[in-house]
């Protein structure tokens, strides 16, 4: 099979897995019928303290409201309520340490317990409704409680990934004003531990008035760790003083849950607000639709990291809110040795497997041998996240790991969506290998021209023409603004089509022949680069900071196995020109990982004499681009001078 028509293939659902699937065709009907009692019928699978009688107000639009006369707690719909009905002893988490061995299973009961002692220590600390609190954990089930916790009293959590450096840390703290900060001594990477707690030191004490009280620390891996008296306590510690009782108080359904920063086109990271009733709802709805969940025999896992939304919505709250039993994983595939997920798939009998594109690319360079070794017999599901998956790289997931029976479900959706919004239902669709098919029931989109026109999806123009894709109506899960900047938010998402009152953030997509939609990447200035969104006003502000630098342009650049990757040109000072150009690339790939993260690191850096700019003085990324892609170059008729590139490809 080639790569050139993925768009004729077609992998329908076994009749078997149709017969069983949660999900049937009536699901569309019931959502065309009455879109917002559809919605209300999904949100009443949750535990309503006061029940709500409005769906959706718009009238603020884009500010939406959802459910807004009802009242709900979280973290009790995640927790408490499968205890109440009798499932206490349901695993929860089957968490599985990055060292061989070190792994230890969690009832629903027992995670009550560390949740409501965890919701007591906030509440003695100080921290309550509205405040914020920034996580920066590995992937531990501390982290999990920690999330809980915060929902449980009504403070809103801010997930930093433990990968970002200090300064990333700093930057958030000091956006969201996080009152405290729950973190862990070190982590496990590769076999080894490392600090993390002084990573919080160095963020908080570059801080001018630092809004932090308190700093909670888990032990995970006992190394040496510095800790400041009257602000840093031991969570073991604290836990052990407070009581397992603790009564949650319900919410207002709009009340925010959540910040999580991503990054934008400019150079400032925004923190996405996601409120309670909604997101709950549409994050349950789809990961019990969606992935086909049997709380009573599915175990679920996806391979994501809490600090990015799929961890929120796709191993917190959404499995959570539906009772199921998942794996928690620590570390990362090659650890210690390229077995480890399938010896976690087959140790665990894991049926439903989540994870994104590049791990299935490093998968295919290891080859299929390497997981034949295995038994994936358990696996009934298969999912992909995070950017566009190519179609050889579906077939192979299919094939191998899923022994050409799963279905395999290609969801999109983004940070700000807070669920999946486009993806195959896996007892009704037709899979095609690299689309995510079709708008989930209750859900809206369109691929529209630049005039809001939706392109045509007849079969005979299936393929040809791209557009942008936009959601037209509101939904549950949709973020409610960008963290004190409501301007902003009304700019980024809703400027675009703001006449026809759209959503559009960023991606551009097609029709297929039946109608289907393929996402075809951001067509912004933000990047994707193994899953992870980066913008490049990130990485250039990065670079400028060292002060060797004068000038510099980043682009995504198409990348065999990272999807994209970062290529930076760079103009230096006089005084670092004499230099030698490999140190001071070391040292500015240096600079972008204690900037942002290791994960933001250039693949290249070129110094060069000039940047290619129009007359009004923008570099022309596309051009850029088109260097870093080894391509003939476009049209370079907006140049201010038509040069620059035999000088830059001179220096390359
Ligand atoms: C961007 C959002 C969704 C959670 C993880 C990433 C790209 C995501 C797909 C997909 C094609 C995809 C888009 C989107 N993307 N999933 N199935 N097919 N592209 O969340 O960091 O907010 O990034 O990821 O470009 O806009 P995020």
New binding site residues.
């Given amino acids: 099979m080639s790569d050139e028509q993925p768009e004729l293939e077609s992998y329908p659902p076994s009749p078997e897995f149709a017969a069983n699937a949660n999900a049937t065709a009536a699901l569309y009907d019931e959502a065309e019928a009455d879109r917002l009692a559809f919605w209300a019928a999904q949100a009443n699978r949750l535990h309503w303290a006061t029940p709500f009688t409005e769906v959706l107000d718009w009238s603020g639009a884009p500010f939406a409201k959802w459910f807004g006369d009802g009242k709900l707690n979280v973290a009790y719909n995640c927790v408490d309520r499968h205890v109440e009905a009798g499932n206490g002893d349901r695993v929860a988490l089957h968490w599985e340490g990055e060292p061989v061995g070190d792994a230890r299973s969690i009832t629903y009961a027992e995670l009550k317990d560390e949740v409501c002692r965890a919701a007591n220590a906030l509440t003695d600390l100080g921290v309550g409704k509205g405040d914020r609190v920034a996580i920066y954990m590995p992937m531990i089930p501390e982290a999990v409680v920690a999330m809980l916790a915060c929902a449980r009293v009504g403070a809103l959590h801010s997930v930093v990934f433990a990968g970002y450096s200090a300064a990333a840390l700093r930057a958030r703290i000091e956006d969201a004003e996080a009152k405290m900060v729950i973190t862990s001594d070190g982590q496990y990477r590769r076999g080894a531990a490392a600090p993390l707690k002084p990573g919080v030191d160095e963020a908080l004490s570059g801080m001018g008035d630092c809004p932090v009280r308190n700093v909670l620390v888990v032990r995970r891996t006992g190394i040496d760790t510095p800790m400041t008296e009257g602000r840093d306590l031991w969570w073991d510690e604290v836990m052990n003083t407070v009581s397992n009782e603790h009564t949650p108080e319900a919410f207002e359904s709009e009340h925010p849950l959540f910040l999580l920063y ?1 990054s934008g086109t400019t150079g400032k990271p925004k923190g996405v607000v996601h409120t309670s009733g909604g997101y709950l709802t549409q994050s349950a709805y789809t990961h019990f639709n969606v992935f086909d969940l049997k709380p009573e025999t599915d175990v679920y896992w996806c391979t994501a990291d809490i600090g ?3 961890g929120h919505t796709y191993i917190v709250y959404g499995p959570l809110a539906n009772g199921a039993t998942q794996v928690l994983y620590e570390g990362t595939p090659a650890s210690p040795d390229e077995h480890r997920h399938f010896q976690v798939i087959d140790k665990y009998k894991v049926t439903i497997y989540y994870t994104a594109p590049t791990v299935i690319r490093t998968f295919m360079r290891w080859g299929r041998e390497l997981v034949r070794e295995h038994d994936l017999s358990s696996l009934r599901l298969l999912g ?6 190519n179609p050889e790289a579906w077939r192979w997931y299919r094939h191998v790991m899923g022994k050409d029976q799963t279905p395999v479900v ?7 969506t807070g669920a999946i919004m486009i993806s195959p239902l896996p007892g009704v669709t037709d899979c095609k290998p690299g689309s ?1 098919m079709r708008p989930l029931p209750g859900i809206s989109a369109k691929i529209v021209d630049d005039d809001g026109n939706e392109l045509q999806p007849a079969p005979e123009f299936g393929g040809e023409a791209t557009g942008y894709l936009v959601l037209d109506k509101p939904w549950p899960s949709m973020l409610r603004g960008v963290w004190g900047d409501p301007e902003r938010f009304k700019e980024t998402y809703w400027s675009r089509f703001a006449e026809q009152g759209w959503y559009f ?3 551009g997509a097609r029709y297929g022949s039946d109608g289907e939609v393929w ?1 075809l ?2 067509i912004d200035d933000v990047m ?1 680069v193994s ?1 992870h ?1 980066i913008s490049t006003a990130e990485v250039e502000s990065a670079l400028v900071g060292h002060a060797g630098v004068a000038e510099a342009a980043v682009v995504g650049a198409t990348d065999a196995h990272t999807g994209q990757a970062i290529c930076a040109f760079v103009i230096l000072k006089e005084h670092a020109a004499a230099q030698s150009t490999e140190d001071m690339v070391h040292e500015l790939r240096a600079e972008v990982a204690r900037e942002i993260s290791p994960i933001a690191k250039p693949r290249e850096i070129h110094v060069v004499p000039e940047l290619p700019k129009t007359r009004s003085g923008k570099i022309m990324r596309r051009l850029l681009r088109d260097v870093a892609e080894g391509r003939e170059l476009g049209d370079t008729s907006t140049l201010l001078d038509p040069k620059v590139f035999e000088a830059i490809r001179a220096a390359k």
């Fill in positions: 991503t990015w939304v799929t992909s996240v995070g950017e566009p998956i290609d969801t999109w959706w983004q940070t700000e995510a953030a960023g991606d996402v990447g951001r994707n899953g969104r």
